[in-house]
């Protein structure tokens, strides 16, 4: 029986960008890369050696912690660089793209001839595995481990991003083989959550139990889902996918093929005409941001959205989980007396001197500028009215910072991922690094319990 999720506490950021629903062809990208932070926790172990010939979709590294669990190129041609850190740490792989892309075959799979152990061994070995992530610990999910139920999100509210029905349009076959194929790794449902449109490309998708989500952002979010729906106990394992990710998993099942093809959404007030692009993981996104253009000279662009993204480049490379990039103004500037006088175009969770809770649907231009600096913690309750989850998060955040794990476990920690705080950062008067807090907990939980 689907149970329908109405979230009350949130904030919807509504920026002007939007993408208008448009799709074109990205110009080739001479250039892929996979950035090795996009996989937390995994210590790669090289497969092929720098100068090394590979197919799209044949494996260049694995995990040394989980020896099958392969990462693939999404492109075939040459391994040009492999960019390491301290210590030789890998941290970024680039491939030269060849101009007829050749890909590296295998059989398709008929998922209802086969059992869970067979497509999960398939899956690992094609590069696909790490579309599957698990909670707890926000990480590439661990194989071994039985996951109670599968969540996947379908329904955006963070600020621009992709809307997840246009994306997947015509893709219901490719998702129809992927939900098969993972509902045969739990002994649980497999949770679907859409918005309150009729026209969601899961409407007609069996095996799942599906879910109408409505409310501010976070309602989107699949850490919010989760905690509504079948909450995280000690011991306790669910794993996510993403619908773009769905499809992926399901084109390799169908054909037997590694497509790395995103559709990416280009969004921000700083790119002139914001629409979608169809590119590849990995490619260079100069190949579709100057298509749109800039408006002005000094912008930041964002790998993701704006509240969950990483600063990034015009040479930089689209991130592995991404399917949006913005580009807003870059806040260099400074008001004064700016903190003592009523605001007009900006956004705030309060109604001290700013006027945004007036009017609700307002689209704002806001830049990269936070207001203020760094400073101690104020408890003001302002965390809790844009925190839906049943978890006091003012207490979770300090008891990451002094490294508590009795209270880390007991406050909930295993149920969230830094994005679940990416609201609380935005509205926290204390300029405090929420998601990194989180992240930095997570990592020790992990480490020490494991």
């Not at 996979?34 to 995994?42: A, T």
């Not at 499809?247 to 790395?260: D, Q, S």
């Not at 936070?370 to 003012?394: K, M, Q, S, W």
Request: hydrophobic share 40%; glycine share 8%.
């Amino acid at each position: 029986m689907s149970k329908d999720i109405r979230i009350k506490k949130g904030l919807n950021i509504n920026l002007t960008g939007a993408a208008e629903q448009t799709t074109s062809k990205a110009v080739l990208s001479n250039v892929y890369a996979l950035n090795l932070e996009d996989f937390h926790g995994v210590t790669p172990k090289m497969l092929v050696k720098e100068g090394a010939e590979v197919k799209a979709g044949e494996a260049i590294f694995y995990n040394k912690n989980i020896e099958d669990m392969r990462f693939v190129s999404p492109v075939s041609g040459e391994l040009v660089e492999i960019v390491r850190g301290a210590r030789r740490r890998i941290l970024t792989l680039k491939i030269l793209a060849d101009k007829e892309q050749v890909y590296q075959e295998s059989s398709a799979i008929d998922v209802d001839k086969v059992d869970g152990e067979s497509i999960k061994t398939a899956l690992l070995q094609s590069g696909c595995w790490p579309f599957v992530k698990q909670r707890p610990y926000d990480i590439v999910a661990n194989p071994d481990a039985t996951p109670k139920a599968i969540f996947i999100s379908a329904y955006t509210t963070a600020p621009l991003a992709a809307d997840i029905d246009y994306v997947l349009k015509g893709k219901e076959k490719e998702l129809q083989t992927a939900i098969n194929a993972l509902s045969k790794m739990t002994p649980g449902n497999v949770h679907v959550s859409i918005g309150n449109s009729a026209v969601s490309p899961f409407t007609n998708i069996s095996g799942i139990e599906l879910h109408k989500v409505s409310g501010p952002h976070p309602a989107g979010l699949v850490g919010t889902q989760i905690n509504k729906l079948n909450p995280i106990n000690k011991g306790e394992v669910i794993w996510t996918v993403t619908p773009q990710d769905l499809v992926i998993i399901g084109e390799f099942l169908l054909t037997g093929k590694f497509n790395a093809e995103r559709t990416v959404a280009l969004v921000g007030s700083s790119v002139k005409t914001p629409k979608y692009y169809t590119t590849k993981i990995g490619a260079e996104i100069s190949t579709f941001l100057y298509a749109s253009g800039v408006n002005e000279e000094k912008f930041r662009l964002i790998n993701g959205d704006v509240l969950t993204g990483s600063r990034t480049s015009p040479d930089g490379h689209l991130g592995f989980y991404n399917n949006t990039v913005t580009a807003i103004p870059e806040g260099d500037d400074y008001e004064f007396f700016g903190w003592n006088k009523p605001v007009f175009n900006k956004i705030s969770s309060t109604r001290a001197l700013t006027f945004s809770w007036l009017n609700k649907n307002k689209k704002y231009n806001l830049d990269t500028n936070t207001n203020g600096e760094h400073r101690a913690f104020v408890v003001t309750g302002g965390y809790e009215e844009v925190f839906p989850l049943d978890i006091y998060p003012l207490q979770l955040l300090k008891a990451c910072m002094v490294k508590d794990l009795d209270e880390m476990e007991q406050l909930g920690l295993y149920e969230v991922a830094p994005e679940d705080f990416a609201l609380t950062e935005f509205v926290c008067i204390s300029k405090q690094p929420h998601q990194q807090i989180i992240r930095e907990g997570l990592d020790l939980m992990y480490q020490e319990i494991g």
